[in-house]
């Protein structure tokens, strides 16, 4: 089964810093999700990659998946405290549109 | 907008007791899945149903049983609750991107199930 490691597994940060975060797989990637979640709620949809090479952004949030297609990473640039959270990768796992999830990374974003 | 809404978002139950979870999401998505989400082990899919009384199993569905009646509506059982099984539960429909292909799947703000 694919496995989906992430890194760092938490992050604190000063309000204005750039930062990035890291997710690796055991396997090929055939469709790359990332997903925000606030403390103690559900997780929201941020963007998905396909393509080696591939990068989309949406506000100061930059997603990559290298060329190899095993790993993605997410860049938020200028950090936010609205940008605190916990973030999770998750990748295509067999059809049905099931996702396998990293086991996040958490972002606190100080004043 | 999507929604999906749960019926609870916290609960508190005995050892023992039958519990219920119910899912409910109103853009008649086909797939609809329950998760579980715990400190280290990130999300794991209990069951997940891709039509009306369709089910299959996750990757951790011992201790649970599930139901869809209907297409907007997925629960979960939890038919003889356990310490272990105090968690945070999570549900999602998802819808194809045209764009791509690929997904995206709607959560809803979870049920923080306490087992005393």
């Known amino acids: 089964s694919q496995e989906l490691e992430q890194s760092p597994q938490s992050l604190i940060v000063q309000e204005g810093k750039n930062l990035t975060i890291n997710c690796t797989s055991s396997?090929?990637?055939?469709?790359l999700y990332w997903y925000k979640q606030k403390y103690g709620e559900g997780l929201i949809f941020l963007m998905m990659l396909q393509k080696g090479g591939e990068e989309k952004s949406h506000e100061k949030i930059t997603a990559k998946l290298d060329e190899k297609k095993q790993q993605s990473s997410l860049h938020i640039t200028a950090s936010q405290p609205s940008h605190a959270g916990i973030y999770l990768c998750g990748a295509d796992s067999g059809g049905y549109q099931k996702v396998t999830f990293g086991t996040g990374t958490k972002l606190q974003v100080i004043p | 907008d999507v929604k999906v809404t749960q019926s609870s978002r916290y609960l508190v139950k005995r050892t023992g007791e039958k519990v219920f979870l119910e899912c409910v999401q109103d853009?008649?998505?086909?797939?609809m899945f329950w998760y579980r989400q715990d400190p280290g082990l990130g999300l794991r899919l209990i069951y997940f149903?891709?039509?009306?009384?369709?089910?299959e199993k996750g990757d951790i569905p011992e201790g649970y049983s599930v139901s869809r009646e209907k297409k907007e509506r997925f629960s979960l059982i939890l038919e003889s609750a356990s310490t272990n099984q105090t968690s945070m539960y999570l549900c999602?429909?998802?819808?194809?991107?045209?764009?791509?292909?690929?997904?995206?799947?709607?959560f809803g703000p979870g049920t923080r199930l306490t087992v005393t």
């Open positions: 149903s891709y039509d009306v009384k369709m089910k």
């Open positions: 999602a429909s998802s819808l194809t991107l045209e764009e791509t292909g690929g997904y995206e799947q709607y």
């Open positions: 396997k090929t990637l055939y469709g």
């Open positions: 853009m008649d998505h086909e797939n």
